[in-house]
């Protein structure tokens, strides 16, 4: 890459005027997709134009989806439907994994459930090279909601440590305990199979195939336990990673992502919904003060996350559509990636178009005719490896590319129509530079990107009163971080 490549200082730079008199841009007229590979996105950052305007709209050109590389390709082309089914299965054959069931029975119950997934976990430790580590993570859980005597909850956590950023951390877990009717029926059958035991698969699977891989970043596989319960592994899990001041960039909870079928029968094999907060459920009173100033109630680190997964894994290499929807969870209801939304950390949770409730949270049962309970037979196995394949895309590519740039802030020391941004340089030996990306304030993804190079500082002849603006850092293969939406600052 040369450094003209990286500038985006053309001769024919549209100004902020022109961006101000030329017609409003909607997301779909600017390409609606993101990220582009470095060359062609540095090519023509002077000539931003949307597609069917027929002019200059602003500074940079229209983002492109970031494609996956030839390692990522191979990775995807692992992953193995069989072993999924045979896992989901495995799970459901314990018969409950409610979190209160027995945990010593070697047949039955969440310990023998624990006990097995723990066990795989090894095999795959033991074929990585050294490159994997697995950990039983215990606490014991006093009594509280639902909760009516000590509890001992485990989590088995697998980690993949990075080879060039090991201190950068990125989080899929899912939720291996499972419920019937009585969320406090620990003895009747409570197979599991589509809650969770669909996005345990998905977490074992690409432990297994990224075991073998050397990672940028550290990608930790977790099984957690106690979610029907109250959320009480993942909590824990999050405690334990800001306790020891872990620089978790992303996090996310697969729950019940097993079945594409709705409950009256149509099937929806071709979309995932991924759930992404706007404020942060961490914000602090000072820190809602400044949102409200200057707007970003869509541009939470957690929807930058989610934009991230979009261009990454939205691709015909998955073969699935990502659907994000603008809320922390369902209406009213959670999973295990809001204790990281607490700890402050970005995350989102991935889950089935369409629920059928027959097949959740339900006792084992025929009821006219009609079959109840979370069974195997409900899921779709080909479903859920296109969901591994989303999950694999979007962490190997985060985990590949530069960390989300940290200190991004706008320049308000003068009033200008200029818009001065400043960042803190990453410390990635294969970082090339950075780009800023903006979109109209209604638009809702980025739609333009500029190169700007290796800095740390530049100044687009675009008003910030008018777009938001973000940066995310390039390695020099083309890999592209999560966005950083700037705060004001000096």
Not at 232 to 251: H, N
Not at 281 to 306: F, K, M, W
Request: proline content about 6%.
């Amino acid at each position: 890459m040369t450094s003209q490549e990286f500038r985006g200082d053309g001769p024919t730079r549209p100004s902020r005027r022109t961006f101000l008199s030329a017609a409003t841009v909607t997301a779909a007229a600017a390409g609606a997709t993101v990220a582009a590979p470095l060359a062609t996105a540095a090519s023509g950052a002077a000539s931003g134009t949307a597609a069917g305007s027929g002019g200059p709209v602003g500074p940079g050109r229209p983002v492109r989806p970031q494609a996956p590389d030839r390692e990522l390709r191979s990775l995807l082309r692992e992953i193995d439907k069989r072993r999924i089914e045979a896992t989901v299965r495995r799970l459901a054959a314990f018969g409950t994994r409610h979190t209160l069931s027995s945990q010593d029975d070697p047949v039955r119950g969440i310990g023998a459930a624990r006990d097995w997934i723990y066990g795989q976990m090894r095999g795959y430790a033991a074929r990585s090279g050294g490159r994997l580590t697995v950990e039983l993570q215990s606490y014991v859980q006093e009594p509280a909601s639902r909760i009516p005597v000590p509890t001992v909850i485990t989590n088995v956590v697998a980690t993949l440590r990075g080879e060039s950023s090991p201190e950068r951390i990125y989080v899929v877990t899912g939720h291996y305990d499972s419920r019937c009717t009585d969320v406090m029926d620990a003895t009747s059958d409570a197979p599991g199979a589509d809650d969770d035991a669909s996005g345990v698969a998905v977490a074992m699977e690409l432990a297994r195939v990224m075991s073998t891989r050397d990672s940028g970043a550290t990608i930790v596989f977790a099984a957690v336990a106690g979610e029907e319960q109250g959320l009480y592994g993942s909590g824990y899990l999050a405690r334990q990673f800001r306790a020891a001041g872990a620089d978790v960039q992303g996090m996310f909870s697969d729950d019940i992502v097993g079945s594409s079928t709705a409950d009256d029968g149509t099937r929806d094999r071709r979309t995932l919904r991924l759930f992404a907060e706007g404020v942060p459920t961490a914000e602090t009173p000072a820190e809602a003060n400044t949102r409200r100033a200057v707007g970003g109630e869509n541009d939470s680190p957690s929807r930058q996350l989610a934009r991230f997964a979009s261009e990454v894994a939205d691709n015909d290499s998955t073969g699935m559509r990502i659907r994000v929807i603008y809320r922390r969870d369902r209406y009213l209801r959670g999973s295990d990636h809001i204790p990281f939304l607490e700890q402050g950390y970005p995350a989102g949770r991935f889950t089935e178009p369409h629920e059928d409730f027959a097949h959740q949270h339900q006792d084992v049962r025929v009821v006219d005719g009609r079959q109840y309970g979370d069974l195997p037979e409900f899921c779709d196995y080909e479903y859920i490896t296109r969901v591994a394949k989303v999950n694999a895309a979007a962490l190997w590519s985060l985990a590949q590319a530069p960390g989300t740039p940290k200190d991004v802030v706008i320049v308000t020391t003068n009033l200008t129509n200029d818009t001065e941004l400043r960042w803190t340089r990453g410390s990635e030996p294969d970082l090339a530079g950075y780009e800023v990306v903006w979109r109209e304030t209604t638009a809702p993804e980025w739609t333009h990107v500029i190169p700007v190079g290796d800095v740390t500082t530049t100044t687009i002849d675009l008003s910030k009163d008018n777009v938001f603006f973000g940066v995310r850092a390039v390695d020099t293969a083309g890999h592209r971080s999560p966005v950083a939406f700037p705060r004001p600052g000096s």
